[in-house]
């Protein structure tokens, strides 16, 4: 069982930033790829980046690719999401999730779901 808890969202100007972090429970996080997704109002849910749970590979969505970086820090159980640059249409519920070993794209695909932390870009 992995439990997921975000944090860092709030409000920014456009072209501000913010880190996400996701602490994570237990000790299968070093087994776990990690994934961060977002939801706009009315919208389904949307994939961001991915990280594998070596932290060898990482995977990015084309819309946030040269914006957003990825991380994860064994030692505290916790994934981060770097995001610079950031513009109105960012503006989502951003969760983090978990599923044991390969990083992958798909929503489904994950096991374990944070609440989620608001993030809102005004113009």
């Known amino acids: 069982q992995v439990q997921l808890v975000e944090s860092g969202g709030g409000l920014v100007q456009a072209g501000g930033s913010l880190r996400l972090s996701c602490a994570a429970s237990?000790?299968?996080?070093?087994?776990?790829?990690m994934g961060w997704f977002r939801q706009a109002p009315g919208k389904g849910r949307e994939f961001v980046a991915a990280?594998?749970?070596?932290?060898?590979?990482?995977r990015y969505a084309d819309s946030v690719k040269g914006r957003f970086t990825i991380s994860r820090d064994r030692a505290k159980n916790t994934a981060y999401l770097q995001m610079n640059s950031l513009k109105p249409e960012d503006t989502a519920v951003y969760y983090c999730?978990?599923?044991?070993?390969?990083?992958?794209?798909?929503?489904?695909?994950?096991?374990?779901w944070g609440q989620g932390t608001q993030v809102t870009v005004s113009s």
């Open positions: 990280i594998s749970a070596s932290g060898g590979t990482r």
């Open positions: 999730a978990a599923r044991y070993m390969a990083v992958t794209t798909t929503a489904l695909e994950y096991n374990y």
């Open positions: 237990g000790r299968t996080f070093s087994t776990h790829a």
